[in-house]
């Protein structure tokens, strides 16, 4: 009986552990774009534009970013290569991926974006 039970245990975590590694293997990459923008005051916000890795073209992610300074009252302020530049490649976090799926971006304020 100690055989059966060991051979299903074994079994088992086996395929628990199949399981995590192909989790992880599908696991989303987020390409993080740091931006420092000169707001209507005349001061600098800087935030992240965290999209999908695979969206390259920057109109799109200038947009997305466009998209965020009207919620801040700072529509018309120049976004371009200048004030946002690809930074790194790193895993979605759990907490973007909700906005992620329904807006295609994340922003993540660091500074003066209030």
Known sequence: MRNIISVAFLLFGATLTAQTIKLKTNTMKVAVWDTYVTKKDGSVMHFDIIAPQEIRDTIVIYNY???YLKTKGQEGQTLSSKECRFCHIETLRPQWEAEIKQK???IIEMENCN
Request: proline share 0%; net charge neutral; charged share 35%.
């Open 104 to 106: 295609g971006y994340f």
């Open 65 to 67: 970013g466009k998209e």
